[in-house]
């Protein structure tokens, strides 16, 4: 599966299919040949669950003039733009291949990522292509790719020995277990902060994003960690660093996703003015830029 951007709203217009699926065929059939150039577009299948299980089926097909839903007499849609997890289907003409849609919209709904509210897509871009969508949560998929960063950064620390933790790399740098305790310290006092009362925040809530990704995956500058999260200069325990991370991730976590994404907060030290969402960018940014730090000390211990 892959991410599928969409640029733009995509227009459709069609009905809903009554009997679902021996009628899809048929449903399509019947919208080229209504339609003037029927086969000079994109066709869309819309399904969704309604409370009792059922299926739910739209054939539409894309609207390239404004007014052409009701130049047919069909219901005109709107299918958002935005991030979508995506597959392809080759040769779906294919009865086999047509057999298996239901199994990608199966496996693309356990994916964390998605808005299971959203619609299931078919795309029939062309006679050969069709690619099955379901439109992404972007907070859900912040998430995951916060707590991916912080799989990969633990994954990183558990192969090393306790020495091997403790050993200075070269002039001027932590240890990784510095490192990890710095993480630990900057996790704890972010999920300190998302539990703080916030207020509306008055503005675009990802207005800093930019700012935070530009900053912290800047690998070639040195930054000025707040007193408050320096490591400790000590000999670490590596089941306490270890452990002490992955509490510190578990910890953040349940309060990112309790908290309010759109609250503005005010925190002097760090940040100044700040949503609880840039925030959770700020965990992912500053996490990955350890990730590249620890591998540089892993390759000179």
Not at 78 to 98: M, Q, S, V
Not at 184 to 200: C, D, F, V, W, Y
Request: with cysteine; charged share 25%.
């Amino acid at each position: 599966m892959e991410k599928y951007t969409l640029t733009k709203d995509v227009p459709v217009f069609g009905f809903q299919v009554k009997s679902f699926p021996e009628g899809v065929g048929d449903a399509f059939d019947t919208l080229m040949r209504k339609i003037e150039d029927g086969k000079q577009r994109a066709y869309y299948g819309v399904s969704k669950m309604d409370d009792k299980g059922a299926i739910i089926y739209y054939a539409d097909a894309e609207e390239k003039i404004p007014g052409e839903a009701e130049k047919y007499k069909y219901e005109r849609k709107i299918i958002p733009r935005g991030d979508y997890l995506a597959e392809t289907i080759h040769d779906w003409h294919n009865p086999a291949k047509l057999a298996c849609i239901k199994d990608v919209f199966h496996a693309m709904m356990q994916d964390r990522r998605v808005d299971n509210t959203k619609p299931c897509i078919e795309w029939y871009k062309t006679e050969a292509e069709m690619l099955c969508m379901i439109q992404m949560d972007p907070d859900k998929e912040l998430f995951a790719s916060i707590e991916s960063a912080a799989n990969e950064l633990l994954a990183l620390l558990l192969p090393l020995s306790e020495a091997q933790l403790n050993t200075i790399p070269f002039k001027g740098s932590w240890t990784a277990a510095q490192l990890a305790t710095h993480v630990t310290k900057s996790n704890n006092g972010i999920a300190q902060a998302l539990e703080m009362k916030g207020k509306p925040a008055g503005r675009n809530p990802e207005e800093r994003v930019k700012e935070l990704q530009d900053t912290f995956l800047n690998f070639s500058i040195k930054l000025q960690s707040p007193p408050f999260i320096i490591p400790e200069e000590q000999q670490y325990k590596k089941e306490a660093v270890t452990d002490a991370l992955k509490k510190s991730n578990e910890h953040l976590m349940t309060m990112a996703i309790a908290a309010n994404p759109k609250e503005i907060i005010n925190l002097p030290a760090a940040f100044g003015e700040i949503t609880k969402l840039e925030l959770f960018h700020f965990v992912l940014y500053h996490t990955q830029r350890h990730i590249h730090q620890l591998k540089n000390v892993i390759r000179h211990i």
